[in-house]
């Protein structure tokens, strides 16, 4: 499929995980990609990752939570490019933080990165995306509308994601652009594969309780459904939350 044959595409969070699968799989549809990461060497990695197809792949370090990077991010997206048609924000952080250890600072990382950075990509992007065409896919989480112990942070930064998006949807539906947040569940990447992910001492039942029917997702996975909610197939979906969470809260 090419399904994004002649689109240009800005992607933030393209050195791992879930980005990196989702500028492959947009390239390999045809996209011209414009990747953003944190990580210049994980971006080396994804652009050397590239197939051979009809995409291709530029990259750009800058960190999401810094404002006057975001603005150059974005204005050399639409430069190299020659204009953004989609913005996918990936990017983001994951903290364990149980209640009585919890601090400002906590709050302050989880909301920059994955707040903060999500809306400025989204206030610059909308410079450039066109009318009737233009697509923003956020990334949320299942976290961001289901209960999980030790996870009171991240699933508040993730539900203002998802709260951002569905207000963002309602604000631009007069330009006919189109906005998805896409929420997975449990996904296999670098970022949840840290060993300080759950620390040892605490009580880990629950998420072997929760465990989805169909496993933890690999990237590739919810990669697939980012792409579909950027593509002409979901043409008709906007302001409407996709959970891919392998039935993990059914």
Do not use: W
Not at 19 to 28: C, D, K, P, S, V
């Amino acid at each position: 499929m090419n399904r994004f044959e002649g689109v240009n595409v800005l992607l933030t969070g393209a050195a791992s995980g879930i980005g990196r699968a989702t500028a492959l799989r947009l390239a390999a549809e045809g996209a011209a990609v414009f990747g953003v990461d944190l990580s210049g060497s994980g971006l080396r990695e994804t652009a050397d990752s590239l197939p051979p197809g009809p995409g291709r792949l530029h990259t750009h370090v800058a960190d999401v939570c810094d404002e006057s990077a975001v603005v150059d991010a974005v204005a050399c997206a639409a430069r190299e490019l020659g204009g953004i048609d989609v913005l996918v924000n990936v990017a983001g952080v994951h903290r364990t933080t149980p209640i009585d250890r919890l601090t400002a600072e906590d709050l302050r990382h989880l909301f920059s990165v994955n707040v903060v950075g999500t809306a400025l990509f989204c206030r610059e992007a909308l410079r450039h995306l066109p009318d009737g065409e233009g697509v923003i896919v956020n990334v949320a989480s299942s976290s961001a509308t289901h209960g999980n112990p030790y996870m009171s942070a991240y699933s508040a930064s993730k539900g203002a994601v998802l709260a951002f998006s569905l207000c963002l949807a309602s604000e631009v539906a007069h330009r006919r652009i189109r906005v998805v947040p896409v929420s997975p569940g449990t996904v296999a990447t670098p970022l949840t594969a840290r060993p300080d992910m759950l620390p040892s001492d605490l009580d880990t039942s629950y998420y072997q309780r929760i465990r989805a029917p169909f496993g933890a997702a690999g990237p590739e996975q919810i990669a697939g459904v980012i792409a579909f909610a950027a593509s002409p197939d979901a043409g008709y979906l906007t302001g409407a939350e996709i959970r891919a969470d392998g039935g993990s809260h059914i």
